[in-house]
């Protein structure tokens, strides 16, 4: 693989039910991002790694939780979905996070909460 | 609070130069961030700039004015695969981005 992806590429889940969604990188970035995209909002931050093993809260952190158990991997886990959850969710990575460095993202998973 | 504006939709004429313009307040700033998003796919990196003045980069051009919180994209000879959404981000004192909500270019032939 070459960059950042993403999985799965779309779902629609029942409200109430737990969702995973997974990123994982190959450009030995040390910092990655979880965004979500709605219409008309700008992208916002839900959560960040600095590096593996740490993570931080972003703008929305709000029902989602992440872990960092490695530098290449990132998952987004959504405990108990609702539909305010829907939205396209993208990652994001760039070589670290104390500096300037322009992110990369991955294709976006884009979810329905039903 | 942190406020990034940019004009929702703009629209152009292919051959022809369009200026999308950004206005910006954050709590700190360590630079100004430009992205390119077609419909149904990720950003990508367009420009940065940290210091006022003009960067240009083919086509496409930046400017940046820190006292004004203000910045724009500049774009040339428009194509018709330059129709797209841009994406203007600060990078705040804590270096996280802070996005816009995007401008939606239309170009039309």
């Known amino acids: 693989i070459a960059g950042i992806t993403q999985a799965p590429t779309s779902q629609i889940l029942a409200a109430g039910r737990r969702m995973t969604l997974r990123c994982t990188q190959d450009?030995?970035?040390?910092?990655m991002y979880w965004y979500r995209q709605d219409l008309g909002l700008g992208l916002r931050l839900i959560h960040y790694?600095?590096?593996?093993?740490?993570?931080g809260k972003g703008e929305v952190p709000d029902g989602y939780s992440v872990s960092r158990a490695n530098t290449d991997d990132f998952p987004l886990t959504l405990a108990s979905a609702v539909p305010s959850q829907t939205s396209v969710y993208f990652c994001?990575?760039?070589?670290?996070?104390?500096?300037?460095?322009?992110?990369?993202f991955g294709p976006g998973t884009r979810l329905t909460v039903l | 609070g942190q406020n990034i504006d940019q004009p929702t939709e703009m629209t152009a004429t292919e051959g022809a130069i369009v200026q999308i313009n950004c206005t910006y307040q954050?709590?700190?700033?360590?630079?100004l961030f430009w992205y390119q998003q077609h419909a149904g796919e990720a950003p990508t990196f367009l420009s940065y700039?940290?210091l006022d003045g003009l960067e240009e980069k083919g086509r496409f051009s930046s400017f940046l004015s820190r006292s004004k919180g203000y910045s724009y994209l500049l774009l040339k000879e428009l194509q018709m695969k330059d129709s797209a959404s841009y994406l203007c981000a600060v990078q705040d004192s804590n270096y996280q981005l802070i996005w816009g909500a995007g401008t939606k270019l239309i170009i039309k032939p």
């Open positions: 450009m030995r970035h040390n910092a």
């Open positions: 790694s600095n590096t593996a093993g740490t993570t």
């Open positions: 700039n940290v």
């Open positions: 954050t709590s700190g700033f360590n630079g």
């Open positions: 994001a990575s760039s070589v670290s996070s104390g500096e300037t460095n322009e992110q990369f």
